[in-house]
């Protein structure tokens, strides 16, 4: 999982609560995303962030915000819009947000709703 | 618009056997192709990546895949499969031309037996 740490690893949600999952990548990398996965879906991008302050909606960004303060760090915040959260998170770097980087993903956090 | 499809949701493979895991391709240009590996409650591991050049490319832990511009594949091969090997495997692309998310495809699990 390289140099990309992601807390909590397991996450219970309430419904009607906010919940932040916090991402941190030691690898000096400029981009950053945030993927959701769910079975038999693949990874659907929710958001990415190419430089610092600086973040762009992915495919399925409703429910969810982002914030890009500093170059290590990408938290999301799973809102109590978005109406099904449960599912694995995994957030990823890549050293530029070209098309041909490798991207390098954390080991991810399962949110559950209860 | 771009994407891929893994036909196939999951394969099985007796240890010591040659492996495959499909993968076909849509886009309009070149593309770009990826394959990542995911151990259970991990995050994805990037195993290779074609960009240009010779169709075969060699990747991490034995695995190469081929490029085939003709029947839009990009297939993932192993001559002798391990019980190691058993994960679930995505495919995925980008295009050229500034930032390019990558999409990714539903994933395959292999399954070796030993």
């Known amino acids: 999982d390289g140099g990309i740490t992601q807390s909590p690893k397991y996450l219970f949600r309430k419904e009607g609560q906010n919940v932040t999952l916090s991402c941190e990548q030691n690898l000096n990398h400029d981009a950053m995303y945030w993927y959701r996965q769910d079975p038999g879906q693949g990874l659907r991008l929710i958001y990415y962030s190419q430089i610092v302050n600086d973040f762009q909606k992915g495919d399925i960004a409703e429910g969810y915000s982002v914030s890009r303060e500093k170059k290590e760090s990408f938290p999301l915040t799973v809102t109590s819009a978005q109406k099904n959260p449960t599912a694995f998170y995994l957030c990823a770097s890549s050293i530029d947000p070209g098309p041909t980087d490798t991207q390098y993903f954390g080991p991810g956090t399962r949110l559950t709703v209860l | 618009a771009q994407s891929v499809a893994q036909p196939e949701d999951q394969v099985n493979v007796a240890e010591g056997n040659p492996l495959t895991v499909k993968c076909t391709y849509s886009?309009?240009?070149?593309?770009?192709l990826f394959w990542y590996v995911q151990y259970p409650n991990r995050g994805l591991q990037f195993l290779l990546k074609?960009?240009?050049?010779?169709?075969l490319v060699k990747g991490s832990y034995g695995f190469e895949a081929e490029f085939n511009k003709s029947q839009t594949s990009f297939h993932l091969k192993k001559p002798s499969a391990l019980v190691s090997d058993s994960a679930l495997y995505f495919c995925?692309?980008?295009?050229?031309?500034?930032?390019?998310?990558?999409?990714f495809g539903t994933g395959t699990k292999l399954q070796v037996i030993p």
């Open positions: 074609y960009i240009t050049g010779d169709n």
């Open positions: 995925a692309v980008s295009l050229p031309g500034g930032y390019q998310k990558v999409t």
């Open positions: 886009v309009s240009g070149n593309p770009y």
